[in-house]
Each structure stands twice: as C-alpha cells, then as structure tokens.
C-alpha cells in the first residue's frame, strides 16, 4: 500500500511523484456554456452562460472571457487577489494558446502556458502542485478551457457546413475550470479549508496505438489513459479499489468501454469505479453528442464542479483524476498521421 | 484476406509485442467496438432528401418556362434559386440541421456546393475582408473547383483528339 513506501524520495516508482506535504485545492471555479448548463451536471456550475459569445465578437474572445472569468471567480472564492497568486500554470487547443494568453493577461500573474490538449487540466494541476511542494510557491492556479466553435473552427468545419458526425464523435464542451492549489500549512494558518489535498501524481507519456481516426478520438486516446493509469497502480503499488472513482477526461462512451477491457487483460478491474467525465456532461439522447462531451475543460469543469462537490461532502475519499489529450493538429492530420494519445493521473484526496 | 476476416480481441492487442500488429489489432477492435450509422438508413434519408431538392428544381424550371423563359435559361433560373436558398439557409443556421438529416441527399446536389463557399464566408468574417473571407471561402469547395476544371480540360482534350482521330 502507498502508506509503506518509503518516504525519502518524492519520486515514486517509474512515471510518478508523491508529495510530502500534500498541496491543498482551496479554491475552483467553473464557468460553462449552454449545452454544458443544460446537461445533467448544469447545477454544479458556478456560472452558465447561455450567450456563447459572451458579448464578445469572435470566438477566441470568448474562449479568453470565459477563461478570465474562471481565473477571477476562483479568487474570489477564496477571498484572494490575483496578487496572492504566484504563478498560473494554464493553456487551452487553440492555436499558440491564443485563449489563455489573453484571457489571463490582465490577472499580471507570472505564466506557464502548457500545451496537452485535453488532459491541459491534469497537467496543470501537476506542475502547480510540483511549484508548491517544491516551496517555489505559496499559492498557484491551474487553469484550462475550451469552446465548441472555437475548436470545431480550428479542427474541423465552421459551424454552418453541414455534414454529418459519426457516432464516434464527440461534442467540445465550452467552458474554463481553474483550481487554487496553494502550501498546506501556510493555508491552514490562514485559515482556508485545507482538506483536499494532491498527495500525489503520475506524468503521462505519449501512447501511440495507430489510430488515424480524428473522428473517434475516444479511442485514440484509450491507450494513453490505460498506460497512465496501469503506471499509477504499479508505481504506488495499489489496487483499483484504493480509489473511490478513477475518473478519465473525455474517452466518452466508446473508450471508456475499450479502457475498461484493456485494464481487465492487466488484471485491473475498474469497471466497478470508472468515471469519464466527456459521458458525464451530457444526456447523449437529449443533447445529441454522440460519443460525449470533449476539449481541455471537459475535464476541468467536471472536476470543479461536481468532483470537488463530492469529494468535499466526503462521498468520495479518493480519486484518480486522469484527464486524456489527442496530440494531434490539423497539418498533422492531413498529412496523414496517427494520433498520439497522452493522459495525466493526479490523486486528489479529502480528509 | 483470412486475417482480416479474423475478430481482434482486447488480449490479441494487449498481448501482441510488435507495434504494427499491435496496432492493427488495436484498429481492428476499435472497429468492432465502435456504433455506426445505418448505411441503408442513411441512404433512404438522402434519397428522401435528395430527390425532394431535386424535385423542388424540377418545379422551378416549368414555373420559369411558364412566365415565358426558354428552357436554358429556365435551367439558370432555376441554379441561380437553389444557390440562393442554400445560401440563405446557411446564413440563418437551417441548412446544417437539414444536412444532419438528409446528409449526401443536401451535399450532391448544388446545394452542397453553396453552403460549402456560404458557411466559410460567416465564419471567417471576423478575420477581415481579405485575410479572412478572402483567403477562406473555399476552404471546402477548394478541391471540387480545383479537380472540377482539371478534368473539364482532360475530358476537353480528348474529345479534341477524338474529333482529330475521327
């Protein structure tokens, strides 16, 4: 068990690294879009908007809106400025990040702009709660987002053309998360509520099965979150069951099916405790999105808003954040590429 | 080939240590796992479709050859209408609902090919007049105006050299 290993390394097995003094999540906000607000996790949103330009004139302001409102309504929250924070550790699909360079910039907080598509949320938290144990700083955020036109403009078609989507395909959801990850000891004397803490993480490596298909990225991407997560198990030498809900990104309803079978052949059973946040955000009959929901705050706004509400409320003890990412491009595709596959685990944990 | 024919199971893909099997394997099961549409569905759906616009431009042309046009320039007409009512649907946000239903049944006939130059036009206008809607519109329809005149001048050049031979 995780307790037994020996803690004199902050590294732990192979991919992973585990915190001596775990950094707490003291603060997250979620900002969502229509369909999101619509879907069955509308209530555990902070904020839903039903304008999807929100008063912006182009979709990439919006994505930068969104994602400057999720960073302010996490400060507030918490009752912090932007000047307690000491770094942001975010990033977003669009193009050189356009959405998080000027979503933020306003907030003059020191910037990390990260790129890992759909698992950015992972990823983030990761390097913040690395920032923190390392005492390079008190308090960070981790901050994503996303917006369907936005991506379906960058990706794949405007929004007018009309095709046909294959029932692989999945919906972008349009929205921005951010989390205050800050010093465990030094939130608590300030008298912030420090029971939910990141012991621990795993760094996802790129797993590449073939998959040409842009179309079901589900799949493409089954092979990262399995690596990540088997890598997980290995490297803290635990079971399935040690987490209440491993929870993957956006596998939706065809991958999640295809990583249940493929950590079954490793003897990992997690079909009892399998979560995937892209089937979680909608009604796939109501809402018609096909394989699920998908994009960076997929992740993000389910683990703001309905994970932290059960991990807080105590329904959940522990769990296994592993939000997924498709490294791909537009060029890459065309070119005829595969798509490479990469998934981030955090262990998020209530006392 | 027989291979192919073969089921891939999840422990064929686990199990297998050459990556491009692997991979087959993987794509194989993938394949397997995956829900499709109904292809007979969707056929029925673009042929409803399809031969409703079809129809549609049929009426049109006797409703100009009716108000005194000849029959070339009842045809034009008739273009010239279809291309406006897609473009006009696009702009309102209705064709892509149609297109969701009737799928080839919209994208064959010229209504595909309007909406493919009109849906680019309103999203690139935030980019600029020359930049945005200049170099984008046809992003879609790029290829079928492309390959469409390319093999006009093959099919031209033939027949030429037909005309010579004959």
Same mark, same amino acid.
């Given at each position: 068990m995780a307790d037994n290993i020996k803690r004199i390394t902050k590294m732990a097995g192979k991919h992973s690294v585990q915190f001596h003094e775990p950094p707490s999540i003291i603060s997250v906000s979620s900002i969502a879009g229509k369909k999101e607000g619509e %879907?069955?996790? %509308?209530? /555990? #949103?902070d904020v839903v908007h039903e304008d999807p330009m929100v008063g912006k004139k182009t979709w990439e302001e919006a994505e930068s809106e969104f994602m400057k409102q999720a960073a302010e309504k996490a400060l507030e929250k918490a009752n912090?400025?932007?000047?307690? &924070?000491r770094y942001i550790i975010g990033g977003d699909l669009l193009g050189q990040l356009i959405a998080t360079s000027f979503g933020i910039a306003e907030l003059q907080i020191p910037m990390f702009g990260v790129f890992g598509a759909c698992s950015t949320m992972g990823e983030s938290m990761i390097l913040g709660a690395m920032l923190v144990d390392g005492g390079y700083a008190k308090k960070v955020i981790a901050i994503t987002s996303s917006h369907f036109a936005g991506a379906e403009k960058q990706f794949r078609?405007?929004? $007018?053309?009309g095709n046909q989507r294959p029932y692989s395909a999945s919906w972008t959801v349009t929205g921005s998360g951010a989390a205050v990850i800050a010093c465990q000891k030094d939130a608590k004397n300030q008298g #912030?509520?420090? $029971? &939910?803490?990141?012991p621990g993480a795993t760094v996802g490596k790129i797993v590449d #099965? %073939? &998959?040409?298909?842009?179309?079901?990225m589900g799949a493409a991407m089954v092979p990262a979150a399995f690596d990540t997560i088997k890598q997980n198990f290995e490297d803290f030498g635990v079971?399935? $069951? /040690?987490?209440d809900k491993i929870i993957t990104g956006d596998l939706g309803y065809v991958g999640s099916e295809i990583l249940v079978d493929m950590l079954k052949e490793k003897g990992y059973d997690i079909s009892n405790n399998h979560m995937d946040c892209g089937v979680e955000i909608y009604d796939q009959n109501e809402q018609d999105t096909h394989a699920g929901g998908s994009g960076c705050s997929c992740s993000a706004i389910t683990f703001a808003g309905y994970v932290m509400k059960r991990l807080r409320d105590k329904e959940w003890k522990r769990v296994l954040f592993v939000p997924t990412g498709a490294l791909l491009s537009q060029v890459s595709f065309n070119e005829g590429k595969t798509i490479p596959g990469i998934a981030h685990g955090v262990i998020v944990e209530s006392r | 080939m027989a291979n192919q024919q073969k089921k891939s199971t999840m422990s064929d893909v686990v199990r297998e240590k050459d990556v491009e099997k692997r991979n087959e394997s993987y794509k194989q099961y993938v394949e397997q796992t995956t829900p499709k549409f109904s292809c007979f569905k969707n056929c029925v759906n673009a042929f409803i479709v399809g031969g409703l616009i079809c129809t549609l431009g049929q009426f049109l042309v006797n409703l100009y050859m009716s108000m005194g046009a000849d029959k070339e320039t009842a045809k034009l007409y008739n273009i010239l209408t279809l291309v406006f009512l897609s473009i006009l649907l696009t702009g309102i946000g209705i064709y892509q609902k149609l297109a969701k239903f009737g799928g080839a049944g919209t994208l064959v006939p010229i209504t595909g090919f309007a909406n493919s130059v009109a849906a680019p036009a309103v999203e690139y206008k935030q980019e600029g007049q020359v930049f945005g809607i200049g170099c984008? *519109?046809?992003? *879609?329809?790029g290829p079928v105006i492309l390959y469409g005149i390319f093999s006009s001048w093959v099919l031209g050049l033939v027949y030429y050299i037909y005309t010579l031979i004959k």
């Amino acid at each position: 068990m995780a307790d037994n290993i020996k803690r004199i390394t902050k590294m732990a097995g192979k991919h992973s690294v585990q915190f001596h003094e775990p950094p707490s999540i003291i603060s997250v906000s979620s900002i969502a879009g229509k369909k999101e607000g619509e %879907g069955p996790l %509308g209530s /555990y #949103f902070d904020v839903v908007h039903e304008d999807p330009m929100v008063g912006k004139k182009t979709w990439e302001e919006a994505e930068s809106e969104f994602m400057k409102q999720a960073a302010e309504k996490a400060l507030e929250k918490a009752n912090l400025k932007n000047t307690d &924070i000491r770094y942001i550790i975010g990033g977003d699909l669009l193009g050189q990040l356009i959405a998080t360079s000027f979503g933020i910039a306003e907030l003059q907080i020191p910037m990390f702009g990260v790129f890992g598509a759909c698992s950015t949320m992972g990823e983030s938290m990761i390097l913040g709660a690395m920032l923190v144990d390392g005492g390079y700083a008190k308090k960070v955020i981790a901050i994503t987002s996303s917006h369907f036109a936005g991506a379906e403009k960058q990706f794949r078609y405007p929004l $007018d053309y009309g095709n046909q989507r294959p029932y692989s395909a999945s919906w972008t959801v349009t929205g921005s998360g951010a989390a205050v990850i800050a010093c465990q000891k030094d939130a608590k004397n300030q008298g #912030f509520n420090t $029971d &939910i803490i990141i012991p621990g993480a795993t760094v996802g490596k790129i797993v590449d #099965f %073939g &998959i040409k298909d842009n179309m079901n990225m589900g799949a493409a991407m089954v092979p990262a979150a399995f690596d990540t997560i088997k890598q997980n198990f290995e490297d803290f030498g635990v079971k399935p $069951d /040690y987490y209440d809900k491993i929870i993957t990104g956006d596998l939706g309803y065809v991958g999640s099916e295809i990583l249940v079978d493929m950590l079954k052949e490793k003897g990992y059973d997690i079909s009892n405790n399998h979560m995937d946040c892209g089937v979680e955000i909608y009604d796939q009959n109501e809402q018609d999105t096909h394989a699920g929901g998908s994009g960076c705050s997929c992740s993000a706004i389910t683990f703001a808003g309905y994970v932290m509400k059960r991990l807080r409320d105590k329904e959940w003890k522990r769990v296994l954040f592993v939000p997924t990412g498709a490294l791909l491009s537009q060029v890459s595709f065309n070119e005829g590429k595969t798509i490479p596959g990469i998934a981030h685990g955090v262990i998020v944990e209530s006392r | 080939m027989a291979n192919q024919q073969k089921k891939s199971t999840m422990s064929d893909v686990v199990r297998e240590k050459d990556v491009e099997k692997r991979n087959e394997s993987y794509k194989q099961y993938v394949e397997q796992t995956t829900p499709k549409f109904s292809c007979f569905k969707n056929c029925v759906n673009a042929f409803i479709v399809g031969g409703l616009i079809c129809t549609l431009g049929q009426f049109l042309v006797n409703l100009y050859m009716s108000m005194g046009a000849d029959k070339e320039t009842a045809k034009l007409y008739n273009i010239l209408t279809l291309v406006f009512l897609s473009i006009l649907l696009t702009g309102i946000g209705i064709y892509q609902k149609l297109a969701k239903f009737g799928g080839a049944g919209t994208l064959v006939p010229i209504t595909g090919f309007a909406n493919s130059v009109a849906a680019p036009a309103v999203e690139y206008k935030q980019e600029g007049q020359v930049f945005g809607i200049g170099c984008k *519109i046809f992003t *879609i329809s790029g290829p079928v105006i492309l390959y469409g005149i390319f093999s006009s001048w093959v099919l031209g050049l033939v027949y030429y050299i037909y005309t010579l031979i004959k």
